[in-house]
C-alpha cells in the first residue's frame, strides 16, 4: 500500500515537472515570437530613420565634394585678373557748387547680326550740375538789407557711367566666338552707354531748370545762414 | 534508432522546452542588434532606393509637373519693378578736383586641353576720371556770438568719376585656338570694370595726401564764400565738426 502511494507520488511530481516544462516552453515561445515581431518593427523603424540621415548626409557630402572640385576647376580655367595702376595727372582747387545729381538708366543695344550675337545692356549713368562760384558777383546793400548774387547758369560739369550686361544670346551654329569678342564687346557698350548718357544729361532742359531751382535755394540759405541776425533781410539770387 | 525514438518519447517536453528556450535566447539577441542591423541595412538601401523611389516618381509625375512649370512660368511672376532714375537737389562745394588716369592690365583665362598656359586673352586699356572733393553745406553748423559767427562744416568727401567715353583699349593678346566663348569674355570684362572701379575709389578715398590738400581748401574756400556774403560785419570763423556729436 505504501510502495502503491510512493508510485503515485511520484508520478504526480512527474506530471508537474512536465506541466512546468511545457509552461516554460509556451512562455518561451510566446516570448520569442513577441521578440521577433518586435525586432522587425525596432529594425525596420532604424532602417528607416538611419537609412534618410545616411541618404542626406552622404547626398549632401558627395554635392560638396563635387561642387568644391568643379568650381576650383572653373575659377581656375576662367581665372580673370586686373592689375589697375592710377595716375594723378592733375591737381587744382575748385569753388564750383554742386546743386543737382540726376541718376538715369537707359539701355543700349550692340547686337552683332552678322554673328548672331544679340546682346543689350543697361547703363546706369549719374549727372552732376553745377554752378561755378569763382564767377560770381556778390552786391550788398547794407542799408536796405539786401544781397544779391548773380552767378553763372548751372551747367553739367560730371558724367558718369556704369555698364552691365542684361541679356545675351550667341545664336550662331558653331559658336565660334572668344574671349577677345566678349570683351570688345563689352568694351563697345561702355563708350557707347558713356556717349549716350552725355547726350541725355546735356540736353534734357528740365534738369536744368531744376539745377537752377536747386541752385537759388542752396545759395540763399547761405546767405540766410550768415546772416542770422539781420533784420528783413532779402536775398536774390540771379543767372547769367 | 529505437534508442533515439525511445529518448523522444520520454522526454519531448523537455525537448521542446530546450528548442523554446534557445528561441527565446536567440530572439533576445534579435532584439539586441535589431537596432543596428536595421541602421546598416538601411544605409545600404536607402541611396539606391531614394534614387530608385524618386525617379520613379518624377517620371510618373513629369507630365503633370511640367505642365504645373509651365503655368508658372508663363505666369510673369518674374517681374521686377525699380526706379530708373533720381533727382537729388543738393549744396556741396567742390574743394580740390584731382584728375585721374588709370591703366588697366586686363588678363583672361580659358579650358585649354593641350597645354598648362590658359591665358585667352589679354588687354591694356586707359580711361581717364576725377576725384572729386565737396564739403555738404547742408551739415554746416552757424552759431554767432557778438564778434564772431562760428562755423562749423564736415570733412571733405572723395567721389571718382570715370568717363567711360575716354576708355581707349593700347593693346591686346588674344590666343588663336582655344579662346573661350563671348558670353565669358563680356562677363570677364563686365567683372573687371566693377573691380577696377572699387579698387581706384578705394586706394583715392586712402590717400592722405590729396585729403588733407582738401581739407585746406575746404576750410579757405568757405571762409571765402561766406565772407562775401556777410552783412553782419562780423569775423567769420570755419572749423571742422570734430565728433559726430557736433553734426
Known amino acids: 500500500m505504501s510502495d502503491k502511494k510512493e508510485i503515485v507520488t511520484t508520478d504526480s511530481k512527474k506530471v508537474i515537472i512536465r506541466m512546468i516544462i511545457f509552461i516554460v516552453a509556451v512562455i518561451a515561445l510566446v516570448a520569442s515570437f513577441i521578440l521577433f515581431i518586435t525586432s522587425g518593427s525596432v529594425a525596420l523603424n532604424s532602417a528607416i530613420k538611419s537609412s534618410e540621415e545616411t541618404f542626406l548626409f552622404e547626398k549632401e557630402k558627395t554635392y560638396e565634394d563635387f561642387k568644391e572640385t568643379f568650381m576650383e576647376l572653373g575659377e581656375n580655367n576662367h581665372h580673370v585678373s586686373n592689375r589697375v595702376d592710377i595716375d594723378i595727372t592733375s591737381i587744382k582747387t575748385d569753388n564750383r557748387l554742386q546743386v543737382l545729381e540726376v541718376i538715369n538708366t537707359e539701355y543700349i543695344n550692340c547686337d552683332e547680326p552678322d554673328e548672331k550675337i544679340t546682346a543689350w545692356f543697361e547703363v546706369k549713368g549719374k549727372g552732376i550740375y553745377t554752378v561755378n562760384m569763382e564767377a560770381a558777383e556778390y552786391i550788398i546793400d547794407n542799408r536796405h538789407s539786401t544781397v544779391s548774387v548773380r552767378v553763372p547758369k548751372p551747367e553739367l560739369a560730371i558724367t558718369d557711367s556704369v555698364v552691365e550686361n542684361k541679356f545675351f544670346v550667341d545664336d550662331s551654329i558653331l559658336k565660334n566666338g572668344s574671349v577677345a569678342k566678349g570683351s570688345r564687346l563689352y568694351e563697345e557698350a561702355k563708350v557707347k552707354g558713356a556717349n549716350v548718357i552725355k547726350e541725355e544729361f546735356s540736353t534734357n532742359t528740365d534738369y536744368y531748370e531744376i539745377a537752377e531751382e536747386s541752385a537759388e535755394i542752396a545759395i540763399s540759405n547761405l546767405v540766410y545762414e550768415v546772416n542770422q541776425g539781420v533784420k528783413d533781410l532779402k536775398v536774390t539770387v540771379e543767372f547769367y | ?247
Open chain 2, 1 to 247: 534508432m529505437k534508442k533515439v525514438v525511445t529518448f523522444f518519447q520520454n522526454h519531448w517536453e523537455k525537448i521542446v522546452a530546450l528548442i523554446a528556450v534557445i528561441l527565446l535566447v536567440i530572439s533576445v539577441v534579435v532584439f539586441v542588434c535589431a537596432k543596428k542591423s536595421g541602421e546598416v541595412a538601411g544605409d545600404a538601401l536607402a541611396v539606391g532606393m531614394g534614387k530608385a523611389v524618386g525617379s520613379f516618381e518624377g517620371i510618373k509625375d513629369a507630365s503633370e509637373n511640367y505642365e504645373a512649370g509651365k503655368e508658372e512660368g508663363l505666369g510673369a511672376k518674374d517681374t521686377e519693378a525699380e526706379f530708373a532714375s533720381e533727382i537729388r537737389k543738393i549744396s556741396k562745394l567742390q574743394v580740390l578736383v584731382a584728375g585721374v588716369k588709370v591703366e588697366n592690365f586686363h588678363k583672361q583665362n580659358s579650358t585649354n586641353p593641350f597645354s598648362k598656359d590658359k591665358l585667352a586673352y589679354a588687354s591694356l586699356t586707359v580711361q581717364e576720371g576725377q576725384a572729386v572733393f565737396t564739403v555738404d553745406l547742408t551739415k554746416m553748423h552757424i552759431k554767432e556770438n557778438l564778434t564772431t559767427i562760428n562755423v562749423k562744416i564736415p570733412e571733405p568727401e572723395c567721389e571718382v568719376y570715370i568717363d567711360n567715353a575716354t576708355s581707349e583699349v593700347i593693346g591686346t593678346y588674344e590666343r588663336t585656338l582655344f579662346n573661350g566663348t563671348t558670353e565669358n569674355g563680356l562677363k570677364g570684362a563686365e567683372n573687371s570694370e566693377k573691380e577696377m572701379r572699387e579698387k581706384i575709389n578705394e586706394k583715392v578715398k586712402k590717400n592722405s595726401d590729396l585729403h588733407n590738400q582738401a581739407k585746406e581748401r575746404a576750410l579757405a574756400q568757405v571762409t571765402e564764400m561766406l565772407n562775401s556774403v556777410n552783412t553782419t560785419g562780423k569775423t567769420i570763423d570755419v572749423t571742422f565738426i570734430e565728433e559726430k556729436g557736433d553734426e
